[in-house]
């Protein structure tokens, strides 16, 4: 139970830098299949076999490109 708890509060600090598919599209609140779509376009996936991981860094970055600057657009 210890891990477990740690590993929440690890992740609760924000301090993951790999998540998996599910976890991620929860922090990000999207449905899973947006996510995985996101995460290939952002190239942040890491397969170990059968085990795909997301960087978040990468996929953040890749975030920040949609990010609307134009002041028309907020009026």
């Known amino acids: 139970m210890e891990h477990t708890k740690t590993y929440q509060e690890f992740k609760k600090n924000g301090n993951t ?11 990000y609140h999207m449905s899973v299949s947006k996510f995985m779509q996101m995460a290939k376009d952002a190239k942040a996936i890491y397969k170990l076999g059968q085990l795909v991981l997301v960087n978040l860094k990468i996929f ?3 975030i920040e490109t949609f990010h609307i600057v134009d002041d028309e657009f907020y009026k």
């Not at 830098?17 to 922090?27: I, T």
């Open 17 to 27: 830098k790999f998540v998996r598919y599910s976890e991620a599209a929860e922090m």
């Open 60 to 62: 953040d970055e890749y």
